[in-house]
T-cell receptor
Framework: AQTVTQSQPEMSVQEAETVTLSCTYDTSESDYYLFWYKQPPSRQMILVIR??????QNATENRFSVNFQKAAKSFSLKISDSQLGDAAMYFCAYRSSTPKGGSEKLVFGKGTKLTVNP | DAGVTQSPTHLIKTRGQQVTLRCSPK?????VSWYQQALGQGPQFIFQ???????QRGNFPDRFSGHQFPNYSSELNVNALLLGDSALYLCASSLWLSGTHIRGEQYFGPGTRLTVT
């Protein structure tokens, strides 16, 4: 079974600075997807960025980028120019790419609470 | 474009009771997944519905059951509630991508906060 580990329960960053959230995962599959979701106090889970394992290029979405190290099974999220609205719980998630029984579910880590200080 | 909606927002039940939570998927989506998020934890997969059938199930007892209607909306039912069932229940919808063997991204609703006393 796949597992996702987020080793930083809490992180803080000054507004306008850069912060990196860590995520490691365990899988025996070669093809899969990785995601970062943001969950603000409103509770709605919002997709921040996704990465396909077969793509070597790291995904980027505006101020958000990832460092995907497939061999190390590491998937970190970098937030540049942090804004007050970035404060939230951030969850790393895994999903298999081939739908065969139990493969389409998202497997989440426990999350990292990000605080942005003004 | 209507996103995923869930009702009710909050619910308080007593141990042993039964509860039904409802989810309407994002417009155009045909698949609904349910997740349980305990306080301070990441969401845990309960089950997924497609074409009105349960397609996958996580490690949850039979007290958790569901249903999908022809309009793709879904219900989650929990019987014989336990204190440990207190959690945020998230619904996510997605679309089977025509011509592929995969589904697209899962879009989440705001959740239903269930408190069992």
């Amino acid at each position: 079974a796949q597992t996702v580990t987020q080793s930083q329960p809490e992180m803080s960053v000054q507004e306008a600075e850069t912060v990196t959230l860590s995520c490691t995962y365990d899988t025996s599959e070669s093809d899969y997807y990785l995601f970062w979701y943001k969950q603000p106090p409103s509770r709605q889970m919002i997709l921040v960025i996704r990465q396909e394992a077969y793509k070597q290029q790291n995904a980027t979405e505006n101020r958000f980028s990832v460092n995907f190290q497939k061999a190390a099974k590491s998937f970190s999220l970098k937030i540049s120019d942090s804004q007050l609205g970035d404060a939230a719980m951030y969850f790393c998630a895994y999903r298999s790419s081939t739908p065969k029984g139990g493969s389409e579910k998202l497997v989440f880590g426990k999350g990292t609470k990000l605080t942005v200080n003004p | 474009d209507a996103g995923v909606t869930q009702s009710p927002t909050h619910l308080i039940k007593t141990r042993g009771q039964q509860v039904t939570l409802r989810c309407s998927p994002k417009s155009g989506h045909d698949t609904v997944s349910w997740y349980q998020q305990a306080l301070g934890q990441g969401p845990q997969f309960i089950f997924q519905y497609y074409e009105e059938e349960e397609r996958q199930r996580g490690n949850f007892p039979d007290r958790f059951s569901g249903h999908q209607f022809p309009n793709y909306s879904s219900e989650l039912n929990v019987n014989a509630l336990l204190l440990g069932d207190s959690a945020l229940y998230l619904c996510a919808s997605s679309l089977w991508l025509s011509g592929t063997h995969i589904r697209g991204e899962q879009y989440f609703g705001p959740g239903t906060r269930l408190t069992v006393t």
